[in-house]
């Protein structure tokens, strides 16, 4: 074992290709990442339609309708609203810490059939609601499986690619965000249309089309040679997935280096206790400091309630859904960017070139709004759209950053023995931050006003500098040597270095 070690320890890469089973499980998986981003998308989307806000919250749509002394800022102040949009977060978060035992315990495809079974039910109560209890109850449903899905999901991609396509290959899961987002905005923008009014329904029910994809391919795709390992032990029935995911027999190396980190994993019995130990707190940091930064960019205020956003610049519902759907193509486009550009620049200059587009669009357009938009009345028709184009660099600068590197980079730094508990807290943390964003965003608009962009653009400032000094570069480091990167960082070897590896040992 100690030879098979050392043949990876140099360049650091295992023998192998990508083969159409590697491509195939990464997309199937990033399904999960659709239904995700659907759901982004189709919540503020319906939020925005007069015949759903007219059905279940009538308060505020007679406020948008008959009180024009009422703010532009306050119209869409319902804490009822936001328990709607927001409720399915805190679901998620319980979720994810009953996820991380499943995922360990029965391996990542388990997580992954929860996760689509959790949102087919509750696609089809939201899409069948009659009240707002059936819509709270369904969101509930949906972040359960939205809490199994991103536990499991990044961290099946990471452990199926080889550490050179890794990045590229964790990003199909963002794709998959960004092409739900885009695709639920497309849908909005055609079922507003719809008459009668009961085109919300059709647009909440289709988020039952990914998650089938998800049951099915939890149902027929391999497991992780590493999941393997872990749950079943049988080391030969690994090495056969193995051979047939990266399209070689010689794969004896990777093997040996799996084999030798779940050993480590087997040792511990409560990761959660194990990761706050003193060798784990860049890790540590990291699964609570990343997600929690991705959330204050602000991005899911803008996926969130984009379309209500321009409905109060003063753009119609169609003009605003139609506005959203721009965005996102935006979006999307910009995260394609990243999937060819990740592996091969590096994390750390997509994140300082994200950050510098989300801080200067963000100052500059609450700087329009507070120039040129007061409590009542709206924007000029050229100075909407330019907000709008606003609104795309700064998607675009997510969507070649925080977006698909605030997935990419915690599924990939933990070591097996508390990868598990690492990926649990990520998405905790996501969830939290993404239930309180949400839930307290519109009456943050109402009171901050266009001030709202200043505060937002403050924490780019911060985490940009953030990643500046404190995340190493992952690019094409195996998973499972890791730790490498930290002993090398000039803060984080101070604290990990004087640690025993106890890896050493084993060989």
């Excluded at 998959?176 to 085109?199: H, Q, R, S």
């Excluded at 080391?235 to 051979?243: F, G, I, P, S």
């Excluded at 300082?352 to 709004?369: N, R």
């Excluded at 500098?465 to 190493?472: G, K």
Aim: aromatic content about 12%.
């Amino acid at each position: 074992m100690a030879v098979a070690s050392a043949k990876t320890g140099e360049g650091g890469q295992y023998n192998g290709r990508i083969t159409l089973l590697v491509v195939l499980s990464c997309v199937m998986a990033a399904s999960g990442g659709l239904i995700f981003g659907y759901d982004l998308g189709v919540s503020g989307g319906v939020t925005s339609m007069d015949p759903f806000l007219k059905k279940f919250f009538p308060n505020v749509y007679r406020r948008m309708k008959a009180n024009t002394k009422i703010s532009n800022y306050c119209k869409f102040d319902s804490q009822l609203l936001t328990l709607f949009t927001s409720s399915l977060y805190i679901a998620g978060l319980i979720a994810s810490f009953f996820a991380s035992p499943v995922t360990r315990a029965f391996g990542r495809k388990a997580s992954m059939l929860v996760a689509g079974v959790a949102v087919l039910a509750g696609s089809a109560l939201g899409g069948a609601a009659s009240n707002v209890y059936m819509l709270v109850f369904g969101r509930v449903f949906l972040g359960i499986g939205l809490g199994f899905a991103n536990q499991s999901i990044p961290l099946y991609i990471s452990e199926m690619a080889l550490p050179k396509q890794r990045g590229a290959m964790n990003i199909i899961f963002e794709c998959g965000i960004g092409f739900g987002v885009l695709i639920a905005n497309i849908i909005n923008y055609g079922t507003e249309k719809i008459e009668g009014g009961w085109g919300w329904r059709i647009s909440l029910s289709l988020a039952a089309v990914p998650a089938s994809i998800l049951t099915l391919g939890a149902l027929i795709l391999p497991d992780t040679p590493n999941s393997l390992i872990q749950t079943t032990n049988d080391h030969e029935k690994a090495k056969r997935v193995l051979q047939r995911i990266r399209g070689t027999i010689n794969v004896q190396a990777e093997l040996d280096d799996l084999i030798q980190a779940s050993s480590i994993s087997k040792t511990i019995n409560n990761p959660f206790k194990k990761i706050i130990q003193r060798k784990y707190r860049p890790q540590l940091v990291m699964a609570a400091a990343i997600p929690f930064f991705a959330q204050m960019t602000g991005i899911n205020v803008i996926t969130f309630y984009a379309p209500i956003l321009f409905r109060t610049i003063g753009l119609h519902e169609s003009s605003s859904l139609l506005s959203a759907v721009v965005i996102r193509l935006v979006s999307t486009s910009c995260i394609f960017i990243s999937m060819f550009a990740v592996d091969k620049h590096g994390r750390r200059v997509l994140f300082m070139i994200g950050g510098i587009l989300m801080l200067a669009t963000q100052i500059t357009i609450g700087g329009l709004m507070t120039a040129l938009l007061g409590d009542h009345g709206g924007l000029s028709k050229a100075s909407g759209y330019l907000v709008l184009v606003l609104v795309c660099i700064y998607v675009s600068g997510f969507g070649l950053s925080w977006g698909p590197l605030g997935w990419l980079v915690p599924s990939e730094i933990y070591p097996l023995e508390i990868r598990s508990a690492g990926q649990s807290i990520t998405v905790a943390v996501s969830f939290f931050f993404c239930f309180l964003v949400g839930q307290t965003f519109l009456a943050m608009l109402c009171h901050m006003k266009s001030g709202i962009f200043f505060f937002f653009g403050g924490w780019v400032a911060v985490m940009t500098t953030f990643v500046y000094l404190l995340l190493p570069e992952t690019k094409n480091v195996p998973i499972e040597k890791m730790e490498k990167v930290w002993r090398e960082h000039w803060l984080w070897k101070r604290i990990v270095g004087d640690q025993v590896d106890e890896k050493a040992f084993i060989s």
